[in-house]
């Protein structure tokens, strides 16, 4: 769906232009690194999160957390993100442009110009701040939602009465002092992180969950292997070969399957491709970690990630604060210090990568169309009073708010033509179009058109909120519609 031409300026311009993405302070010329989600933009945002919750956290074996942005100062030492969660500044000695590296980059990589880099030093990405105003402590905003997970542990587990296996999520708002913030909301200095902490005994390999479907899931995956020979060649395999291999153990496999599950009903799984890291760039926490890349118009770059944490987390607040994190476990009849698999998400890349996905300029109708998926739209209906004589506006007003009910987004416009209508909402992402014309009032007929195909329907209107909702749901307009002139008939 996405046009080959697409620039991240241009795709910049189009959010500002439709009211999804601005910049923040924009009267003031913006600040780098931060920005803010206009009306259409904050339904889709909303919308990404509720998704991500429906799918991984409104199961028996979740729960989910709101903490707070700012923590006690402890944490970010016992969790090793002052001494380590830093990157490096440099500048090309050729264009000037100033960018960041990581530490085992330094020296052996060079500018896209073909320019050597000039290093400045090594910066902290962790945002300082100050509690307290006659004796302020010095404090940070969180660089992730992940350490209050683990610190919460006990009085969640106890709260929820959880047993192993189980996890807890959250999202959020995390911050980082990014050295270049760059290409739109890809790298932001504010942004939002969907993860969850699933913890499991330490001794538990098998996953009972890894059921075929999982294993069977495929992977566009670049082996370790092959990085250290320097080259990028994709391999095509499955979730279950992988685990034959030994890169990673079932419930490392079976939550990867899952985010790979819900990358596909976004419609973004061809764009994803699997990274496994290599055993140098390892964080200090994990024995094994994919990033999951996706096809931006920049190139292929991270929106989520899944790395085994084992106990390192448990085990460093434990020591710091000098409380126990274990917990008894009924199964085996032992206190033990789980172990934990974490699945991650960039809410606002993942935007990003729907809205890439999504946009298509189409010559024939001379606009842009988002082709987004129908349950994330800004609006899954627009209802159209067709000349606004008679009773189309009092019929149109009473469909809108049967379909509100619904809990669906939708628009009501009586504006301009019939295809400024469409054309408006074309852009806008919106699937579904209902107009009410003069003849309605006697048929009790309206006319509903799909946004990808263009292709109109005639149906009854206490028919439109059912056909809605299997739309949503995924199921052809066209289809539907033969279905429902056959039930008439």
């Not at 769906?1 to 993405?21: P, Y």
């Not at 070969?241 to 799984?269: N, P």
């Not at 082709?371 to 009092?394: C, D, I, M, N, Y």
């Amino acid at each position: 769906m996405v046009s080959s031409a697409l620039t991240i300026d241009e795709l910049a311009q189009f959010c500002k232009r439709k009211g999804f993405i601005f910049r923040s302070s924009d009267i003031y010329g913006g600040f780098s690194g931060f920005w803010d989600y206009g009306p259409l933009g904050v339904e889709l945002f909303q919308k990404v999160k509720q998704d991500f919750w429906r799918w991984f956290v409104a199961r028996d074996d979740m729960a989910g957390i709101e903490a707070s942005v700012i923590s006690h100062p402890m944490t970010w030492q016992a969790s090793g993100h002052i001494a380590s969660f830093s990157d490096v500044a440099v500048v090309c000695t050729k264009c000037k442009q100033a960018t960041k590296l990581d530490k085992s980059e330094v020296g052996k990589v060079t500018c896209a110009c073909g320019g050597a880099y000039d290093v400045q030093g090594e910066f902290s990405l962790m945002f300082k701040t100050h509690v307290g105003a006659l004796k302020p402590t010095e404090a940070y905003l969180r660089g992730e939602t992940a350490q209050a997970m683990f610190m919460d542990f006990k009085l969640v587990q106890e709260t929820a009465r959880k047993q192993l296996p189980f996890g807890i999520a959250q999202v959020g708002r995390c911050f980082r002092n990014e050295i270049a913030p760059r290409d739109f909301i890809f790298r932001c200095r504010e942004f939002t992180i969907g993860e969850f902490e699933f913890f499991i005994h330490p001794d538990e390999k098998m996953c009972a969950l890894l059921d075929k479907a999982h294993t069977k899931v495929k992977v566009r995956l670049l082996d370790a292997e092959t990085q250290v020979k320097g080259k990028e060649t994709l391999s095509e395999t499955t979730i279950g070969e992988m685990v034959k291999e030994g890169r990673l153990d079932e419930w490392h496999a079976y939550w990867l399957a899952e985010q790979l599950l819900w990358f596909d009903s976004l419609g973004l799984a061809d764009k994803i491709k699997i990274r496994e890291h290599m055993k140098t760039e390892l964080s200090h926490y994990s024995s094994a970690t994919f990033d999951l890349d996706f096809e931006y118009p920049f190139g292929s770059k991270e929106v989520g990630g899944n790395a085994n944490r084992g106990q390192y987390d448990l085990g460093q607040h434990a020591q710091f604060s000098k409380q126990k994190l274990e917990l008894f476990d009924e199964k085996t009849k032992q206190k033990v210090v789980p172990r934990v698999i974490e699945p991650t998400f960039g809410i606002d890349r993942i935007v990003m990568a729907l809205l890439c996905n999504a946009y298509d300029h189409d010559t024939a109708r001379d606009n842009v169309i988002l082709h987004l998926p129908a349950r994330l739209a800004p609006a899954q209906v627009a209802v159209f009073p067709l000349t606004g004589k008679g009773k189309e506006e009092s019929i149109a007003r009473d469909l809108v708010k049967a379909l509100r009910t619904e809990g669906w987004g939708v628009v009501y416009d009586e504006s301009g033509s019939i295809g400024k209508r469409y054309a408006r909402q074309d852009e806008s992402g919106t699937p579904l179009c209902i107009t009410i014309d003069p003849e309605t009032e006697k048929t009790s007929k309206v006319t509903v058109r799909d946004r990808d195909s263009t292709k109109q329907v005639t149906i009854k209107v206490d028919e439109v909120v059912d056909v809605v909702r299997k739309v949503i749901r995924g199921e052809s307009l066209v289809k539907l519609g033969k279905a429902v002139e056959t039930r008439v008939k």
